[in-house]
């Protein structure tokens, strides 16, 4: 398995750009997460779905931040307009629904806007 | 409070000793724990999980978990540079919720 699939690995945009984050779950995971982290606040959840259907948002920062999962093997992040503030690196994780399964995290997108 | 926490670090140990490393959780996860292993630059990598009291061994890593102390813990023994990385404790409810991880630097 190619495991959890991000795109891309790094972004630089200019402040009030849109910003599109991609990711694949692994083939069979139900549920997706979309975290953010940095140096002062750690990993931070901003999104989960399961079996397609955001189920909790609560995470997400503000109105500018929106994330689809149009089916189960694609999802997106969006940052519209982006702000340096928003400067982060971006993390995709899947897993089984079910209290005993970890979760697998892509690589990451590192978003630096200026 | 926040749902994990760990306050333990960051954490230097000589090549082959025992690094111990400490978590607590919230009434709101209690049903699994992970510990997760990033390198600098790298995505956080699943190494261990314990759903039980007590102690639970891979390899040289050993999990360790008390729910009447609301307390999880990770032991590394004969520390390799290899080993150098942020651990961050996880906890499960519905969802992961993350401690802020404790930066172990293992001297050669």
């Known amino acids: 398995d190619a495991g959890v699939i991000q795109s891309p690995r790094h972004e630089v945009t200019e402040m009030g750009q849109e910003v599109t984050l991609r990711c694949k779950p692994i083939s069979g995971h139900n549920s997706l997460f979309w975290y953010r982290q940095t140096m002062m606040r750690g990993l931070e959840l901003l999104i989960y779905f399961n079996n397609n259907v955001p189920i909790d948002d609560s995470g997400m920062p503000e109105d500018r931040f929106s994330a689809k999962m149009p089916n189960a093997s694609f999802s997106t992040l969006k940052i519209q307009p982006s702000e340096p503030r928003d400067s982060a690196v971006y993390f995709c994780a899947s897993s089984l629904e079910g209290k005993g399964y970890g979760y697998t995290f892509g690589s990451g997108t590192r978003l630096t806007v200026v | 409070q926040k749902e994990v926490e760990q306050n333990s670090g960051p954490l230097s140990v000589p090549e082959g000793a025992i690094a111990s490393l400490n978590c607590t959780y919230s009434d709101r996860v209690s049903q699994s724990f992970f510990w997760y292993r990033q390198y600098s630059g790298k995505s956080p990598e699943l190494i261990m999980s314990?759903?039980?009291?007590g102690d639970k061994e891979d390899g040289r890593f050993t999990a360790q978990l008390n729910k009447a102390s609301q307390y999880v813990s990770l032991l590394i023994r004969d520390s390799q540079p290899s080993d150098s990385a942020t651990y961050l404790c996880a906890g499960n409810d519905y969802k992961l919720s993350f401690g802020a991880g404790t930066t172990v630097t293992v001297r050669a």
């Open positions: 314990i759903y039980s009291n």
